[in-house]
């Protein structure tokens, strides 16, 4: 009864960061979903891991942190393109036809 | 036996990311990406994974959120069309409904010293890590390139 429930979560959480890449049309809110996503997917490798012995769940810790590393990427980047975006005056990701705005 | 700590951490974690995407405004809606935050350090923190559970307060509740709410103080914050604070709020009772009724608990391996995961992080995986701090430098100069004033 253990791991189902952190996979359920994991996998609830996952679904809606799906939904919100697909289907938002704000820049940070889909930035959201991708953190959700991510999110999820370490909740479960460390949900997974405690069958591992001690060198197998320090693997998977700092494959974890990695991951924050590219969460932190991934965040910075989408909060500089809304900002740049804002100041155009371009709010809904649809407008973008362009690779040079 | 119910684990109160999985009974809050779950309903934190699904009631925040819903109210994360659904919210009408989205300053409320971080609110809920932090509640969400919370609620998987808690998961951390139940699985023995201590380290990660204060990572992900500092590194997610304190900087990650905090940057969004310091991006809507330059630019309006967006606003969607409808709200879905029910969905949010049946989301995290549903959660917490359900396992309140089941004999549940959090897998619980064995404790990491930091010591191990230190060892394992700048020895082992030392390559992994530089690569990732590499694509962050470059995901910050990237981001200064963007907003730097003056550019046609």
Sequence with gaps: ?????????????????????????????????????????????????QALPQQGMATVQAFVLVV???EAVEAIVAIALFLYLARKGITDIDELRELKW | MIDALLLVSSALCLGGAAYALGARHLMRGVLGLAAFFIGAAGLFAGMGAWFLAAGQLFLFVGGVVALFVLAFSSAPTPVQREGTLAAACAAGALTLALLAFLPVSLPQGAPLPPAALAQALFGEYGLALEIALLLLFAGIVGAQYLLAEGRA
Aim: aromatic residues 6%; proline residues 2%; hydrophobic residues 70%.
């Design chain 1, 68 to 70: 924050w590393a590219v």
């Design chain 1, 1 to 49: 009864m253990t791991l189902p429930v952190v996979l359920g979560v994991s996998l609830a959480v996952f679904a809606l960061g799906i939904y919100g890449v697909l289907a938002k049309r704000d820049i940070l809110r889909i930035a959201i979903g991708g953190t959700l996503m991510l999110s999820a997917v370490t909740l479960l490798l460390v949900a997974l891991a």
